[in-house]
């Protein structure tokens, strides 16, 4: 049953990550050589070209339709002008300077202070758009008392909520996760592995923003629980392994009875990923490529099975084969699948995989928008989900990426999974 069913999820996903550009490149940021739709190259994409006319025009909202209605001098919102300006920009700098957008390779206060900028943009597009909603309900309603007065102090007001939220939000995200607990019913497990311990990180994103500080605060907490086994779901680093090889260093002192296995995310592959699976190796992981490995107990076994994210495909790696990784596993045995995105989860049920354990959502980072990115990923974003007898969890992340470094009411996560056998 595994062989065949292996065998339908990798047609289907043939069929939805083709290796061309024009598809894959649009989906998941990059092309066959590594090229970015997203970032500043000469004679680029024209999803490129897409990708910095929407920063464009939402730095032009502001300009048309906030900045000059602030009751501010005209050197006050000139210099406002140029911060909106230069912050929707910026990854093109990050581009020219750093030749990549992922990445910046400067200090962490810097780094921040970028993300905060950005951050605050964000918000006040979306902000904007409320306050030039709200006017035009109030003047086709042909309510009195609406003035160029009130109009300001309004668009003043969305402003100073959007640096708040946006601080708030930094804070957020760049503190240590606190550990989340979950028990799972696990269909044919052993009665004796009752109780069984799993740690999952996700997306830590090790970067200048998320240093070697940061990432031995996280060990420290994950060592704390005692568990049985850790398992990391992709999307380890920004950044390239002569850059980001001290910060990396505290993964080497994670502890579980069973050890530590991991996948590969987008984001290794960003930055080599054949060089990172060599690097996490040597920490003392076990990297699964479309491949399982067997935990043995006195008192039973469980498969954990890993495969690597869609957009290795675009950099001509191994692309998820599903087919590969669990050829010769025990259809008897209780199967926990790691897998980046929460993708082909009913295909992954109906192989009989217990439990998924996925990433890359990072919640949907900020209450609201987490339905948009639902919409992106299947329908699935935070949480646990149960799809045909498979439990499925997709974790918040335990960091997130620079670039956009929010945390609004979706809280970073370590998470910690008790198995219990079903009665």
Same mark, same amino acid.
């Given at each position: 049953?595994?062989?065949?069913?292996?065998?339908?999820?990798?047609?289907?996903?043939?069929?939805?990550?083709?290796?061309?550009?024009?598809?894959?490149?649009?989906?998941?940021?990059?092309?066959?050589?590594?090229?970015?739709?997203?970032?500043?190259?000469?004679?680029?994409?024209?999803?490129?070209?897409?990708?910095?006319?929407?920063?464009?025009?939402?730095?032009?909202?502001?300009?048309?339709?906030?900045?000059?209605?602030?009751?501010?001098?005209?050197?006050?919102?000139?210099?406002?002008?140029?911060?909106?300006?230069?912050?929707?920009?910026?990854?093109?700098a990050f581009q020219l300077v750093w030749g990549n957008m992922f990445?910046?390779?400067?200090?962490?206060?810097?780094?921040?202070?970028?993300?905060?900028?950005?951050?605050?943009?964000?918000?006040?597009?979306?902000?904007?758009?409320?306050?030039?909603?709200?006017?035009?309900?109030?003047?086709?309603?042909?309510?009195?008392?609406?003035?160029? !007065?009130?109009? *300001?102090? $309004?668009?003043?007001?969305? /402003? =100073? +909520? %959007?640096?708040?939220?946006?601080?708030?939000?930094?804070?957020?995200?760049?503190?240590?996760?606190?550990?989340?607990?979950?028990?799972?019913?696990?269909?044919?497990?052993?009665?004796?592995?009752?109780?069984?311990?799993?740690?999952?990180?996700?997306?830590?994103?090790?970067?200048?923003?998320?240093?070697?500080?940061?990432?031995?605060?996280?060990?420290?907490?994950?060592?704390?629980?005692?568990?049985?086994?850790?398992?990391?779901?992709?999307?380890?680093?920004?950044?390239?392994?002569?850059?980001?090889?001290?910060?990396? !260093?505290?993964? *080497?002192? $994670?502890?579980?009875?069973? /050890? =530590? +296995? %991991?996948?590969?995310?987008?984001?290794?592959?960003?930055?080599?990923?054949?060089?990172?699976?060599?690097?996490?190796?040597?920490?003392?992981?076990?990297?699964?490529?479309?491949?399982?490995?067997?935990?043995?107990?006195?008192?039973?076994?469980?498969?954990?099975?890993?495969?690597?994210?869609?957009?290795?495909?675009?950099?001509?790696?191994?692309?998820?084969?599903?087919?590969?990784?669990?050829?010769?596993?025990?259809?008897?045995?209780?199967?926990?699948?790691?897998s980046h995105r929460p993708s082909d989860a009913e295909q992954h049920?109906?192989?009989?995989?217990?439990?998924?354990?996925? /990433?890359?959502?990072?919640?949907?980072?900020?209450?609201?928008?987490?339905?948009?990115?639902?919409?992106?990923?299947?329908?699935?974003?935070?949480?646990?989900?149960?799809?045909?007898?498979?439990?499925?969890?997709?974790?918040?992340?335990?960091?997130?990426?620079?670039?956009?470094?929010?945390?609004?009411?979706?809280?970073?996560?370590?998470?910690?999974?008790?198995?219990?056998?079903?009665?």
């Amino acid at each position: 049953m595994l062989a065949r069913a292996g065998q339908a999820i990798n047609e289907r996903i043939s069929s939805k990550h083709p290796l061309r550009f024009n598809r894959t490149a649009w989906r998941y940021g990059y092309d066959q050589r590594g090229h970015s739709p997203f970032v500043f190259r000469s004679g680029g994409s024209f999803q490129q070209k897409v990708f910095h006319i929407y920063l464009g025009l939402a730095a032009a909202y502001l300009l048309w339709r906030f900045v000059p209605r602030l009751p501010l001098s005209r050197k006050c919102r000139a210099l406002i002008s140029a911060l909106v300006v230069a912050t929707a920009m910026h990854f093109l700098a990050f581009q020219l300077v750093w030749g990549n957008m992922f990445s910046p390779e400067f200090p962490r206060p810097l780094v921040a202070a970028v993300g905060f900028l950005f951050g605050a943009f964000g918000l006040l597009v979306a902000f904007t758009v409320v306050c030039d909603a709200v006017s035009i309900v109030w003047r086709c309603m042909r309510i009195s008392g609406w003035s160029r !007065r009130r109009d *300001a102090l $309004l668009r003043g007001a969305a /402003g =100073v +909520l %959007a640096l708040c939220l946006s601080a708030a939000g930094i804070w957020a995200a760049t503190r240590l996760p606190e550990v989340r607990r979950i028990e799972v019913n696990v269909g044919n497990l052993a009665p004796r592995l009752d109780g069984f311990t799993l740690v999952q990180l996700s997306d830590l994103h090790i970067s200048r923003l998320f240093p070697e500080e940061w990432v031995s605060g996280v060990v420290a907490r994950t060592n704390a629980l005692r568990p049985d086994l850790v398992v990391i779901t992709g999307d380890l680093i920004d950044g390239h392994v002569t850059a980001r090889k001290a910060d990396v !260093r505290p993964l *080497a002192a $994670l502890s579980a009875h069973h /050890g =530590v +296995l %991991a996948i590969l995310g987008n984001h290794e592959y960003y930055f080599g990923a054949d060089a990172w699976r060599e690097e996490f190796e040597a920490l003392g992981m076990r990297m699964l490529v479309n491949e399982h490995a067997v935990v043995s107990t006195s008192g039973g076994s469980l498969v954990v099975t890993g495969i690597p994210d869609p957009v290795a495909a675009s950099f001509s790696e191994e692309p998820p084969n599903f087919q590969k990784a669990v050829a010769g596993a025990s259809p008897d045995q209780p199967m926990i699948l790691l897998s980046h995105r929460p993708s082909d989860a009913e295909q992954h049920a109906q192989a009989g995989v217990a439990l998924q354990l996925s /990433g890359h959502t990072h919640g949907g980072m900020l209450r609201g928008f987490d339905w948009f990115v639902a919409r992106l990923n299947e329908g699935f974003v935070s949480g646990l989900y149960e799809i045909g007898g498979m439990h499925l969890y997709v974790s918040n992340g335990t960091g997130l990426w620079n670039g956009f470094p929010l945390r609004i009411g979706v809280p970073a996560e370590i998470t910690e999974f008790v198995l219990r056998a079903k009665r």
